[in-house]
């Protein structure tokens, strides 16, 4: 919410000012819920740092209880350490 980011902005102020920060930490903000779908327009507002706005797609199908079979696709470039290489090994 709103709420949330101006918080957050607060504290990142008092840090900077305590540290004497010249240069202002930006933020970027993930919406991933049907609240924050629903206060897109007040987050987007909540603060000057305020740099992009993001979907999430996922989190956003749960948050909504949305069936899904599958988010995105499989990229056959991605791997994790325990797939088989093209050897079999």
Same mark, same amino acid.
Request: aromatic share 4%; proline share 0%; glycine share 8%.
């Given at each position: 919410? /709103? &709420? #949330?980011?101006y918080a957050v902005d607060m504290l990142? @102020?008092?840090i900077e000012d305590a540290k004497g920060l010249k240069k202002r930490i930006g933020f970027e903000h993930i919406? +991933? @819920?049907a609240l924050g779908m629903q206060n897109v327009h +007040?987050? /987007?507002q909540a603060s000057k740092r305020? +740099?992009? $706005?993001?979907? *999430?797609? /996922? #989190?956003?199908? /749960?948050?909504?209880?949305a069936r899904t079979t599958?988010? *995105?696709g499989v990229n056959p470039d991605y791997a994790v $350490?325990? #797939?088989? #290489? &093209?050897?079999?090994?």
């Open positions: 919410t /709103a &709420a #949330d980011v990142v @102020t008092q919406i +991933e @819920t +007040e987050i /987007a305020n +740099e992009s $706005l993001h979907f *999430g797609v /996922a #989190d956003y199908a /749960a948050s909504t209880r599958i988010i *995105g $350490l325990t #797939d088989a #290489d &093209a050897d079999g090994a």
